[in-house]
């Protein structure tokens, strides 16, 4: 019996290549947060999800998949990237198997949703795994910037579309398990219909102060403003995922809380951390304001860069650090949650003062659709862009010395 499993699993996988071609070809469908409370609602059918699911996960790991084979091959090679390959293989291979059974057979629906459950955990670590990889790439090769910005370019994506494959696997695993979250009876899956914003403002805040304390002795203040300008003074709440906004607003207060204590150093009290949350028609957006300094504008962008980071670089075997702690990932990452509803993330530095950073998110469910990546030529072109001569003057990094062009008396 075992020797039947293992060449049926040899075989899947030499016949993998064509399922990765044929499902590329097909786009990803992107839902909008009211389709997946539809999907979750208590009317929910699980084998509409299931069918769905087994064609629409395929569609998204091939697309990614497909992309990973267009980065350097230095880049590839790198032990932590072919791990993260494995994992990516061996996930399709396993959804692959559901393609042609019956979805009437309640089987075949619990082992769907085991092998989701399955699939999440083997995806855990992918985040580090793949930033473990740049880090073995920059230590081993030398840098360009082409290289760079392709990097850039796919990490952003790679990372978006494991946003998404796991919002679609949490979904189904959550809803249709048969329990209830006793700590949040009210949410469907990992969507809460009435998202107190403020509420989760509060929560990240006080993670982030105790993270603080544990490292500087001390941290400063919440100041919080709540502008409702559709409920006058009721609080602002959202369709929204709470473990997206909590991600983004833990990031952006530890980021707050670092540069507000190290520019106080000298200092007998700290400025609070200012919050400020409003809602309209269209957008909610939450700004978080701090005196720590502020940046330099040249480096603005480097701080969403996953090639660059102010911190030092962690040790995956470390689990004391805070997530992502020296990687440089933070902001990022924090980016591409509030850009896959079609929100964003947007920093706004004064140095020498502080910095405001604003998430933007939409008010309304049926506006918040997924952002996803495609793999098509337009994609395949920016794996191809060249480097080229800059049509602006580039300021040299030292003041030109004009007494070379002093002419004698």
Not at 235 to 251: R, T, W
Not at 305 to 327: I, K
Request: proline share 6%; charged share 20%; net charge neutral.
């Amino acid at each position: 019996m075992k020797f039947v499993r293992f060449i049926a699993q040899n075989a899947a996988l030499a016949n993998l290549p064509k399922q990765v071609e044929r499902f590329s070809r097909f786009s990803p469908s992107p839902l909008s947060i009211k389709q997946f409370l539809d999907f979750g609602s208590s009317n929910a059918c699980e084998r509409t999800s299931f069918v769905f699911l087994r064609q629409e996960l395929p569609v998204r790991l091939s697309n990614i998949m497909k992309e990973i084979n267009l980065l350097p091959e230095k880049l590839v090679t790198t032990p932590s990237v072919k791990m993260v390959q494995s994992w990516y293989i061996q996930s399709l291979m396993e959804i692959l198997e559901f393609l042609n059974h019956n979805p009437s057979d309640h089987k075949v629906l619990g082992d769907f949703v085991d092998a989701l459950v399955s699939i999440r955990n083997r995806h855990n670590d992918v985040v580090p795994t793949m930033a473990q990889g740049i880090i073995e790439y920059k230590e081993t090769f030398a840098q360009d910037p082409v290289t760079n910005q392709n990097i850039q370019y796919f990490l952003d994506r790679f990372y978006m579309s494991r946003i998404s494959i796991r919002m679609l696997i949490n979904q189904h695993t959550l809803v249709f398990d048969g329990a209830t979250n006793p700590i949040h009876p009210d949410t469907i899956g990992i969507i809460d219909p009435h998202c107190d914003v403020t509420k989760v403002v509060r929560d990240a805040f006080q993670s982030a102060k105790m993270l603080c304390n544990q490292y500087y002795l001390s941290s400063p203040d919440l100041m919080l403003q709540e502008i409702n300008s559709k409920n006058g003074c009721n609080p602002i709440s959202i369709v929204y995922v709470p473990s997206h906004l909590y991600h983004m607003l833990f990031e952006l207060f530890k980021n707050a809380m670092r540069a507000t204590i190290e520019n106080h150093e000298s200092s007998n009290t700290l400025p609070p951390v200012r919050c400020m949350v409003s809602i309209g028609a269209e957008d909610m957006s939450i700004k978080v304001s701090d005196r720590g300094g502020g940046v330099p504008f040249r480096r603005i962008k480097k701080l969403f860069s996953y090639m660059y980071s102010t911190a030092p670089t962690p040790d995956l075997g470390d689990h004391t650090r805070a997530p992502l702690a020296g990687f440089g990932y933070g902001l990022p990452i924090s980016r591409l949650y509030a850009k896959y509803f079609q929100g964003d993330l947007q920093l706004y530095s004064m140095e020498g003062y502080g910095t405001d950073a604003v998430i933007h998110l939409k008010a309304l469910s049926a506006d918040s659709v997924e952002r996803l990546p495609v793999y098509n030529k337009t994609a395949l072109r920016n794996y191809k862009v060249n480097q080229k001569a800059d049509d602006w003057c580039v300021p040299s990094s030292e003041p030109l010395d004009l007494a070379n062009y002093r002419t004698p008396e």
